[in-house]
């Protein structure tokens, strides 16, 4: 009973931190969910079984979350480099369905850098983050909040 409690707590705080991760970070707490869960269920010693499917199912979780990842910035990457100030560039993601919007402001300089602010929107949340980006000298948008 004990571990199914510590099992349950531990579900509660990786879902509180579930909306604030990357897809990568995401996958790997779901993956690690389901390979703890199908590891205790299937091994004999099922705390042996919990840990051994709980790394599997992080690791292959975090490299489909990652994919995911990938695809999404390169959709940034290409608005920063050639959209248009304050026209929103629009795309689905192919492996999660997933509709983004990422509008560019008009670049500036400082510290010696071309930043563009950039509005980041999930098309079915509603929710729009803005991020500033700014380009090293090999033409890499890196962005920080």
Not at 57 to 73: A, H, P, Q, S
Not at 100 to 122: C, H, L, Q
């Amino acid at each position: 009973m004990k571990k199914v409690l510590i099992a349950a707590l531990m579900a509660c705080f990786l879902a509180a931190g579930y909306g604030c991760a990357t897809k990568a970070q995401q996958g790997a707490a779901v993956g690690g969910l389901a390979g703890a869960t199908i590891g205790s269920l299937t091994f004999k010693d099922k705390l042996l079984g919990a840990v051994v499917g709980a790394g599997v199912g992080t690791l292959f979780g975090y490299i489909v979350g990652n994919e995911w990842d990938k695809y999404d910035e390169a959709q940034v990457q290409k608005t920063l480099e050639t959209g248009r100030s304050n026209q929103a560039s629009v795309w689905t993601n192919p492996d999660t369905g997933a509709n983004y919007s990422a509008t560019p402001s008009p670049p500036y300089v400082a510290e010696n850098k071309v930043y563009r602010d950039v509005y980041i929107k999930d098309e079915k949340d509603g929710d729009t983050i803005m991020a500033k980006a700014w380009r090293d000298d090999d033409g890499v948008w890196h962005l920080k909040q």
